[in-house]
């Protein structure tokens, strides 16, 4: 069974850093490419970065350039996102998503940036 | 980038009835096109990959179709559990960009 797990959530003030994490597991973790896509309190879904099977490219929505990275350790099928400079329109909750279809995603990690 | 107009916001039906929520591409996406269900608290569900393909354990009810630019995930004898929230997706290039959703309550 397909399961992903996101980890590392909180809240933080303005400005600071977070590192999110998703762990992987009931597949081939090496074989796919991965994603962050995040949703924003009562608002709709909105990709925010990709990483290719291997690590070796990555996409950022503009918003985010600069201040995110994603990132991959395959013999830890493990997913990761450092975030830093965040700011109050970073408030969301934050899901890993398999980046096939974005056919299997995680229960989401909840991110609050506050004062 | 490319957007995805999604319709309608919201949606009202009866048990039993047909449903149809479309999406409208800015440009040809082809095939690219993915449907999500989400229910409040939960992460959101595949039904439909490449614009017609069901996705693994999504009932038959569920069916997606195009027409150009024009996409469209029916719902052929609404249940109480397809209630929640719809979105669409287009997989065809970066940014990779949801639509709108569409929030489907019984009526």
């Known amino acids: 069974e397909v399961q992903l797990v996101e980890s590392g959530g909180g809240l933080v003030q303005p400005g600071r850093s977070m590192k999110l994490s998703c762990a992987a597991s009931?597949?081939?973790?090496?074989?796919?490419?991965m994603a962050w896509v995040r949703q924003a309190p009562t608002k709709g879904l909105e990709w925010v970065a990709t990483i290719s099977y291997d690590g070796s490219s990555t996409y950022y929505r503009d918003s985010v350039k600069g201040r995110f990275t994603i990132s991959r350790d395959n013999a830890k099928s493990t997913l990761y996102l450092q975030m830093n400079s965040l700011r109050s329109e970073d408030t969301a909750t934050y899901y890993c998503t398999r980046y096939n279809n974005f056919d299997y995603w995680g229960q989401g990690v909840m991110v609050t940036v506050s004062s | 980038d490319i957007q995805m107009t999604q319709s309608p916001a919201s949606l009202s039906a009866s048990l039993e009835e047909i449903v149809t929520i479309t999406c409208q591409a800015s440009q040809d996406i082809g095939n690219w096109l993915a449907w999500y269900q989400q229910k409040p608290g939960k992460s959101p569900q595949l039904l439909i990959h490449?614009?017609?393909s069901l996705a693994d354990g999504i009932p038959s009810r569920f069916s997606g179709s195009r027409s150009g630019t024009q996409y469209s995930l029916k719902i052929s004898r609404l249940q109480v559990e397809d209630t929640g929230i719809y979105y669409c997706?287009?997989?065809?290039?970066?940014?990779?960009?949801f639509g709108g959703g569409t929030k489907l309550e019984l009526k």
């Open positions: 009931g597949f081939t973790f090496s074989n796919y490419g």
């Open positions: 997706l287009q997989r065809y290039s970066n940014p990779r960009t």
């Open positions: 490449s614009a017609t």
